[in-house]
Structure formats: structure tokens, C-alpha cells
């Protein structure tokens, strides 16, 4: 110990003798090092740790299969089934999509966005709020369901981290709701919000078969392995299949572990990243080897006086690495101080691509990371250039000069153009995935997106309920905001949409006369409902017949105000026809080779009499082959559903 020490002190004044050398150095490996540990603290948080929850290897996130290829959301009928009739489970929980609401809090009205969840949705995973409580049992029924558990990100923004926010009042689409708990600041999964709230989880609250809405997780019980549950859950979906032949003849049930769900296609995106800064660590390590070499050359004559006064070579050997290791950790101390800030960047951002089920940040395992890689890389950059130093000729080197002195010159310039090759090759290797990378972006870009979006603004707009009841109340808003926004200064076209491109939405399946009768089966289709000016506002091609008018829009209107006042789960009268345009994809699917223009479909027991047939348009993602959709007269046929 005593000669180590001696060793990081001289090491010190070495340093300090050079100290553009030493500074250099420090930087080009804090550059590196702080990248590493940057992006080690994403892979340790996303794909190392465990789930921060309770046994996390028995939590499940829970769907349904149907005809159509792929996992869908459960239907609350279908999840009070499961939940009753297993036999492998503790519990089970649903909870929403985010869904935008209204939020007005001590200041201004603010969109957020609020998930619907079980009372025990917080208890299953093991999940504690920072501040206040989580819902209580029986919390979850209409009448009580009026309380509101706030995201860290939330409280911090709107009631500025204050703890008065617990117990307080917040507005949400007119309605008051008691705020009773903060949740952590690294809780983002599973159900993200800005807010949470209590479901109705009575039957007609959870909504009726066929509606895929619903998101579920499920733990099983102790000594219960994946195998068994999912066996039980689809022996209980067979069974309710039996029971219910017209809405579940093709579902069974599907459960993927909530880590897979969790992390799904983006496990690979950090080991990639990781991958990438390894190499800029080892470009870095070639510049400081160079440094060193150039520096080795500058030190033989001092390691040949310290030979010929008695040093063992391995003994110079040790101090020289003690010199590059000390290097390499004062380099690691701004590479810490930059990966700290990297990472809190990147765990406040909201557009950041990783899901983070762990807390994002620079913990004792990152920073054992870093120790390990800094005295790693000061042994490998450090090695080459000191075994050099210490194979010194005492009389050439003491004579500062000679023959000798001018081959190790020699052989230094060699070892130094095999590093500039190696640090070129890296470099080339980095260069080239960041050009693909550039390339694939480009190619994205130049996705045709079916619209032309240049000098297209859109804005989100939310009907509180209380004010917006009834159907004709909101059909008179949109239709006075398309008029108003139309005659604005400077627009040329406006249209109000149920949604728009690249967003998603809403689908369903349909019946194509003279197809089978189950309308459970065969192609999803898109719905869009929208105001007459959308084609002009998107830009969007008509390819056959026309778009819609106001007439229509008149026209849907008195069906869906026939619908507004059935009972529930009645049969709608015969003879309700909706006019609606289709794109491409959907008369390739339904009607290939033949003319769709006129030809009649029906959906929720309503004919749809195709009007114009329209080009695609990217309805979920850029990579997305196009699907069918079909387009209605906002606010459609979907209206009933959002006044109950």
C-alpha cells in the first residue's frame, strides 16, 4: 500500500508537469467515458433490473385474440368472466387508455391526460404513492368514484410540488374530484398518465362484448408458473366462446409478461446505442494512446537514469500503469459529471423513446460501471506505450542519442500509424451507421403520408359532458367551429375529424351483402368521421364520385339521433342508411376488380352507402401498409357512446 501510494503521487506530479498533456487526456476520455455511462444507466434501467414491483415475474398483461391477426384489448364482459371463473390468478385489474380531459386546478384550464383504473390497479403491482394514498376498495363504483391519484410530473408542474394538493379540488370536464395521492416520480408503467381516476367497474360501466377497449394486467398465484395460467385462462375463454357464439366464437386469451409488454420491440435500441458509444470510447482510448506514445518518447532518457540507478523493469512497469489508470480516472470524474446530465435530460424529456419501468439515473451500479471501465481502459491505452518506456538501452538513451534512439523512433512512428488506421476504421464504422441512420430517416420523410400537410395546423378539442350532453348540442358545435374556422383570415379550408393521420383511432368490423352473416369476422375497418371540407384541407385525392356534403351531414344526424334513443341493446330499425367514402385499401379488400362506387355495407346493424372512394392515407405509423377506412359524417355514429 505504501508503495502504491508513493506510486499516485509521483503519478500526480508527472501529470501536473503536462498540463495541456493531462487536460487533453481528460477530455477525450471524459467524452467517452460519460457517453458509456449515459447510456449504461438506460440499459441498466431498462433491460438489467427487474420490474420495481412485487414478484415482478407474475404479473401478465392480458388480451384477447379475434378473427382478425394480432392481440386486442379485452372487453369488460369478457374480463369480469376471466376474473370470476379462473383458477390461477390473485387478481386482475383494468384500467383505460389515456384519455384527454379537461383539468382546471388552481390556475388555468390544461389538457391531460387521465387513465381509468380498477381501485386496487396501484396494489396489485406493489406500487406505493410518494405522497397521500391510492383508491380504496369500492372506490371503483359510479357515486364514489369522484378522487384522483396525480403523476409526479403533474403535481410538479400544476400545484408546483405543494403538499396542499392532497385533499384538494380539481375540475376535471366539469366535474369535481378529490386529489388523495402523488404517485413517485419514476412510476410511467403500466397505465402512463398525468392523472388517475377511478373506473365504473359495474358491467354497464365496463361496457358490453365486442368492444375492445379495455387494457388488463393479472398476477398469479404463488407456485402457479406462466404455463398454467395462460392454459386456465383460455380453457375460461373456450367456455365463455361456448356461451357466447355470436361476440366470442374466435377469442382466446393471451398473456404476455408485463417486462415483455413493457419493453416490447425497444429492447434492442440500447444495446445498439451501447454499442455505438463503445466504439467512441475506443476511438478515444487511440487518441490518448497516441498521447502517451508521443510522451513515452519524451520520457526515455528519465526511465533509463532510474534503471541505471537499480529500478526492476517490472517495477517501472507498475508505476507507468499507475500513471494511465490515474488518468483514466480523472477522466472519469467530468465523464460522471457528464452522464449525470445526459441522463437527467433524457429522463425529463417527454419524448424520450425508452420505457423506463425503473428509475433513470446514475446509481452505485452505474458508477461501478464507470470505476470498472475507467481501470480497464487506463491497463489496455496505458500498456503499450509503458512496455515501450521500459525497454530502454542505458548507454544510447543516457547519451540521449545514437542509432538505438532513432530505430525506437522509428518503430514508435509504425505503432503510431497502426493506431491512426485503427482510430480511421473505427471512425469509418461509426460514420457509416450514422449515415444509414440518416438514410433511414430520409426515407420516413419521404413516406407519402397520403396528405399534404405543408401550412396544416391542427388543435384537439374536448367536449365537457355537463355542457355538450346531447347530440344536437355538439352537432351544433362542430358545425359552428368548421364555419368559423373556415371564415378566419387566411384559411383556405377547415374541417373538424374524429381523428388524423399517423394518430389511429377507432375500428370495427363490417358486412359486405352477400358475405357471411357473423359481422365478429374478417377485416377491420377504420373509422373516421368528418366535417365536408376535410378532403380540401388535407389535400387528400378523390378518386371516384364525391365527397360529402352537408346534406349528408344532415342526413346522419337523423340516424344518429334515432340511435341516441334506443334502449340499450336494441336492435336498430331497418332501413338507416349513412352516406361514406373508402379509400383504396378497403375496395381492393371488399370489392376487387369492381366498380364500389354506390354499393351498400352495413356496421352496427346501420347501412353505409359508399359515395366517393378516396386515396390512403397513413393511419397508425409510417412503416404501416395501408389499411381500410371509411369516412362518415362527423360526429357519426359513435355519438351515443360519448353522451352516456
Request: proline share 7%.
Amino acid at each position: 500500500m505504501h508503495t502504491l501510494i508513493s506510486d499516485i503521487r509521483y503519478g500526480i506530479r508527472m501529470l501536473a508537469r503536462k498540463p495541456a498533456f493531462t487536460a487533453l487526456a481528460i477530455l477525450t476520455l471524459a467524452l467517452g467515458i460519460g457517453a458509456n455511462t449515459a447510456i449504461f444507466s438506460v440499459v441498466d434501467a431498462v433491460l438489467l433490473r427487474p420490474l420495481p414491483f412485487r414478484d415482478p415475474d407474475k404479473l401478465v398483461q392480458l388480451f384477447e385474440t379475434e378473427s382478425a391477426p394480432g392481440n386486442f384489448p379485452m372487453t369488460g364482459q369478457d374480463y369480469l368472466d376471466w376474473r370470476a371463473q379462473n383458477r390461477t390468478f390473485e387478481d386482475m385489474a383494468v384500467y383505460s387508455y389515456p384519455t384527454s380531459y379537461n383539468v382546471s386546478a388552481a390556475g388555468e384550464p390544461e389538457r391531460a391526460q387521465v387513465v381509468e383504473t380498477h381501485a386496487d390497479f396501484f396494489d396489485m403491482p406493489g406500487v406505493q404513492p410518494l405522497h397521500g394514498r391510492a383508491f380504496l376498495n369500492g372506490e371503483d363504483q359510479l357515486g364514489r368514484n369522484h378522487v384522483a391519484v396525480l403523476s409526479y410530473a403533474f403535481w410538479q408542474q400544476t400545484f408546483g410540488g405543494q403538499m396542499s394538493a392532497i385533499n384538494s379540488s380539481v375540475n376535471m370536464n366539469g366535474e369535481p374530484y378529490m386529489v388523495v395521492g402523488v404517485m413517485p416520480p419514476w412510476y410511467r408503467t403500466p397505465g402512463a398518465g398525468d392523472l388517475w381516476v377511478p373506473i365504473d367497474a359495474t358491467p354497464k360501466g365496463l361496457g358490453g362484448r365486442g368492444n375492445h377497449h379495455l387494457r388488463a394486467i393479472g398476477r398469479f398465484k404463488p407456485g402457479v408458473t406462466l404455463d398454467q395460467a395462460r392454459a386456465d385462462l383460455r380453457g375460461v375463454a373456450a367456455a365463455v366462446a361456448k356461451q357466447f357464439p355470436d361476440s366470442n366464437a374466435d377469442e382466446t386469451a393471451v398473456l404476455v409478461p408485463l417486462r415483455e409488454q413493457i419493453i416490447g420491440n425497444t429492447g434492442a435500441q440500447p444495446w445498439t446505442m451501447f454499442g455505438a458509444v463503445g466504439l467512441v470510447l475506443l476511438i478515444a482510448c487511440v487518441n490518448v494512446v497516441n498521447l502517451l506514445l508521443a510522451r513515452a518518447t519524451d520520457r526515455r532518457r528519465e526511465v533509463a537514469v532510474r534503471v541505471a540507478l537499480g529500478a526492476d523493469r517490472s517495477r517501472l512497469v507498475r508505476q507507468l500503469l499507475t500513471e494511465s489508470v490515474l488518468l483514466s480516472v480523472l477522466g472519469a470524474i467530468p465523464g460522471i459529471v457528464l452522464a449525470y446530465m445526459c441522463v437527467s435530460l433524457l429522463g425529463n424529456s417527454p419524448r424520450n423513446p425508452f420505457p423506463q419501468p425503473n428509475p433513470l439515473g446514475v446509481n452505485p451500479a452505474v458508477l461501478g460501471f464507470t470505476l470498472a471501465v475507467s481501470v480497464v481502459i487506463g491497463i489496455l491505452f496505458g500498456l503499450a506505450p509503458e512496455i515501450q518506456s521500459s525497454q530502454v538501452n542505458l548507454v544510447d538513451d543516457l547519451k540521449s542519442g545514437g542509432r538505438m534512439a532513432s530505430t525506437v523512433s522509428r518503430t514508435t512512428r509504425v505503432l503510431r500509424d497502426v493506431l491512426v488506421v485503427t482510430e480511421i476504421a473505427l471512425s469509418l464504422a461509426l460514420l457509416a451507421g450514422a449515415a444509414l441512420l440518416l438514410r433511414t430517416f430520409a426515407n420516413l420523410r419521404a413516406v407519402d403520408l397520403g396528405i399534404n400537410s405543408t401550412s396544416v395546423l391542427t388543435a384537439s378539442v374536448l367536449l365537457p359532458r355537463g355542457a355538450y350532453g346531447t347530440y344536437d348540442k355538439q352537432l351544433a358545435f362542430y358545425d359552428q367551429l368548421a364555419r368559423s374556422l373556415s371564415n378566419a383570415p387566411g384559411v383556405r379550408a377547415a374541417a373538424v375529424t374524429s381523428e388524423i393521420p399517423l394518430e389511429g383511432g377507432s375500428n370495427g368490423y363490417v358486412k359486405i351483402d352477400g358475405q357471411a352473416e357473423n359481422v365478429t369476422q374478417g377485416e377491420l375497418v377504420e373509422w373516421t368521421s368528418v366535417t365536408p371540407d376535410y378532403l380540401r384541407a388535407m389535400q387528400i385525392p378523390l378518386l371516384s364520385g364525391r365527397a360529402l356534403s352537408d346534406a349528408d351531414m344532415a342526413q346522419t344526424a337523423q340516424v344518429a339521433r334515432k340511435l341516441v334513443d334506443l334502449p340499450d341493446n336494441a336492435t336498430p330499425p331497418p332501413n338507416l342508411e349513412v352516406p361514406v367514402m373508402i379509400n383504396q385499401t378497403m375496395v381492393r379488400k371488399f370489392w376487387p376488380q369492381q366498380d364500389a362506387f354506390g354499393r351498400n355495407f352495413h356496421a352496427n346493424g346501420v347501412s353505409m352507402r359508399i359515395v366517393g372512394v378516396v386515396s390512403d392515407v397513413k393511419i397508425c405509423s409510417l412503416r404501416q401498409a395501408p389499411i381500410a377506412q371509411a369516412y362518415m359524417p362527423l360526429p357519426g355514429l359513435s355519438a351515443r357512446d360519448h353522451i352516456q
